[in-house]
C-alpha cells in the first residue's frame, strides 16, 4: 500500500534560518502530494500541495517540488520565524483509494 | 466560515462506555472521513466515506462503527470504549473523486477513556 516517509523530529532552528524538511512517497500510480501543518491545540490546516511531477506548490514562503525520479516531496523555506513553529505533515493522496496517507509529522520549534 | 464541525472538543469516558463523536461540513463535499492522532503515529484512516450512503474501512476499523447519515453528516461510534481509544479524532472532508482535492480538517475531538 501507499506509504510515506518523513525526518523524525523535532527540528529546532533559529530564526532566519533555512530549513528543510524531507519526504519521500511510495505509492502505486501517481499520487497527488500534500504538506499539511498544525498548530498547537488546532486541526490540520493546507500548507501546499502538487499533483503531478515536477510541480513545485508554495505558500507562506514555504516551497515543496514533486520530484518523481526520486519520489520526493521536500519542504523548504528560506528563512523561517517563531510563528512557524508547528508540526509537519507530508501526505500523498491516490485517487483509487480515496483517501489521504501520512507522514508521522516533523515538529518544527523555531527560537529567537 | 465553519467548514468541518465536529462535536465535542473534549470527552472523558470510562472503559466500556458508548459515545458518538458528531461531525458535519458546509461545503457540499461528498467525501468524508475520521482519522486518529497519536504521537509518533501521524494520522491513521478509521473509516472515510467516498459519497452520501457509502462507507468503508480504513486502516484502524476495529472498535469503531461510522454512519453517513446525509451528504453534510458523517459520525463515528465508539461502542465499548477501550484505553487504547483515547487519542485526538478528526473529521475531514473533501470533494472526492480521483483528482487530488484537498482534504479540510475540523478542528479535533480530544477523547480520554480511564
Known amino acids: 500500500g501507499d506509504s510515506v516517509t518523513q525526518m523524525e523530529g523535532p527540528v529546532t532552528l533559529s530564526e532566519e534560518a533555512f530549513l528543510t524538511i524531507n519526504c519521500t512517497y511510495t505509492a502505486t500510480g501517481y499520487p497527488s502530494l500534500f504538506w499539511y501543518v498544525q498548530y498547537p491545540g488546532e486541526g490540520l490546516q493546507l500548507l501546499l500541495k502538487?499533483?503531478?511531477?515536477?510541480d513545485k506548490g508554495s505558500n507562506k514562503g514555504f516551497e515543496a517540488t514533486y520530484r518523481k525520479e526520486t519520489t520526493s516531496f521536500h519542504l523548504e523555506k528560506g528563512s523561517v520565524q517563531v510563528s512557524d513553529s508547528a508540526v509537519y505533515f507530508c501526505?500523498?493522496?491516490?485517487?483509487?483509494?480515496?483517501?489521504?496517507?501520512f507522514g508521522t509529522g516533523t515538529q518544527l520549534k523555531v527560537e529567537l | 466560515n465553519a467548514g468541518v464541525t465536529q462535536t465535542p472538543k473534549f470527552q472523558v469516558l470510562k472503559t466500556g462506555q458508548s459515545m458518538t463523536l458528531q461531525c458535519a461540513q458546509d461545503m457540499n463535499h461528498n467525501s468524508m472521513y475520521w482519522y486518529r492522532q497519536d504521537p509518533g503515529m501521524g494520522l491513521r484512516l478509521i473509516y472515510y466515506?467516498?459519497?452520501?450512503?457509502?462507507?468503508d474501512k480504513g486502516e484502524v476499523p476495529n472498535g469503531y462503527n461510522v454512519s453517513r447519515l446525509n451528504k453534510r453528516e458523517f459520525s463515528l461510534r465508539l461502542e465499548s470504549a477501550a484505553p487504547s481509544q483515547t487519542s485526538v479524532y478528526f473529521c475531514?472532508?473533501?470533494?472526492?473523486?480521483?483528482?487530488?482535492?484537498?482534504?479540510?480538517f475540523g478542528e479535533g475531538s480530544w477523547l480520554t477513556v480511564v
Open positions: 475531514a472532508s473533501s470533494e472526492g473523486g480521483t483528482v487530488g482535492n484537498t482534504i479540510y
Open positions: 466515506s467516498a459519497s452520501e450512503g457509502t462507507t
Open positions: 501526505a500523498s493522496f491516490t485517487g483509487g483509494g480515496n483517501k489521504l496517507t
Open positions: 502538487a499533483t503531478k511531477a515536477d
